[in-house]
């Protein structure tokens, strides 16, 4: 399913954001639809050294606009 593989992306995404730019910017991910990360991409990351284990999914909900200079979106089948 398309939002399986989006739980995948987003994970990926901050983890690899995370791993580039370290703590010169503030990393956050969330989605419409929050749900578990997806173990593949877990152990796919873990190959290039970076730990998802601790990741969790959040809701869009839970992120303060103020603290947003830029949005990047990975959109399927869901609301973007």
Same mark, same amino acid.
């Given at each position: ?20 730019? !370290? ?25 290039? !050294? ?13 992120? !303060? ?16």
């Amino acid at each position: 399913a398309a939002l399986g593989r989006m739980l995948g992306m987003v994970s990926m995404a901050e983890g690899l954001a995370r791993s580039i730019f !370290d703590d010169r910017v503030q990393v956050q991910s969330a989605g419409s639809r929050p749900s578990t990360v997806n173990p593949y991409a877990v152990e796919v990351m873990k190959e290039l !050294d970076i730990d998802l284990t601790a990741h969790r999914s959040k809701s869009v909900e839970t992120i !303060d606009p103020a603290t947003i200079d830029t949005v990047i979106t990975l959109c399927a089948e869901e609301v973007c």
